[in-house]
């Protein structure tokens, strides 16, 4: 494994935002008696409610309709507050520190908008880390549509999108990356563990792991 790129996911791979997010959003199923397993929430994992929605489907479940404004607000207070209790995914300084060591450029590749990722990676000291940071509304369509991880490749015209490696914890981001014709390592976080990344052309259990492999690889 020794790849002429790095192309990261944000969300649960980065920054375990992900965990907070479904854990408000679950207190609100099990609020209205229901439950919102894993398996089921994984669906909009690395997209967005467009690609399926825990909102319509606690409707669907209850009969009823929501205040779903009052609620986010409520919920992103909440899960800012939680998230900015958190440091990187471990293994992940270390991960850029050897990238940059060896001249492998790194991005982020995320379906969340820039005022989410920007500002997080700005707290974590981790912006200039990156060439580029290719967000929701820099292409067309989010994962798991290619056209972010396109985006990205057209930035590193002088590689070949098959040496530019793809780290994602999501079905929809692997899908969107095999898509655009760049090879995945999967990393699933605390969320993800139920899905199957066996198309994956590498799986690791952590970011620590990850760097160990690339090491050797290099």
């Not at 669906?43 to 609620?71: M, N, Q, R, V, Y």
């Not at 707290?123 to 292409?139: E, M």
Request: aromatic share 8%.
């Amino acid at each position: 494994m020794s790849p002429h790129a790095l192309l990261f996911d944000f969300d649960g791979v980065l920054l375990d935002t992900e965990w907070s997010i479904y854990q408000t959003l679950l207190e609100v199923f099990q609020e209205h008696g229901q439950d919102l397993p894993l398996e089921t929430y994984v669906k909009c994992i690395g997209s967005d409610f467009a690609t399926w929605s825990p909102e319509t489907h606690l409707e669907e479940l209850t009969g009823k309709t929501f205040d779903w404004k009052e609620i986010g607000r409520i919920r992103n207070l909440r899960i800012r507050e939680e998230i900015a209790k958190l440091d990187a995914v471990e293994g992940v300084r270390d991960c850029l520190a050897f990238a940059e060591a060896e001249k492998i450029p790194a991005l982020v590749v995320s379906s969340s908008s820039h005022d989410w990722v920007d500002g997080w990676l700005e707290k974590l000291a981790l912006t200039s880390s990156f060439q580029h940071i290719v967000c929701r509304g820099d292409a067309p369509r989010i994962k798991p549509a290619p056209d972010l991880y396109l985006k990205a490749n057209s930035l590193l015209p002088e590689l070949d999108p098959k040496n530019c490696l793809v780290i994602e914890d999501s079905l929809n981001g692997m899908k969107a990356a095999h898509e655009a014709g760049n090879p995945v390592a999967a990393i699933p976080n605390r969320i993800t563990t139920c899905i199957d990344f066996s198309e994956a052309e590498y799986q690791f259990p952590t970011m620590v792991d990850f760097l160990t492999a690339l090491k050797e690889g290099r």
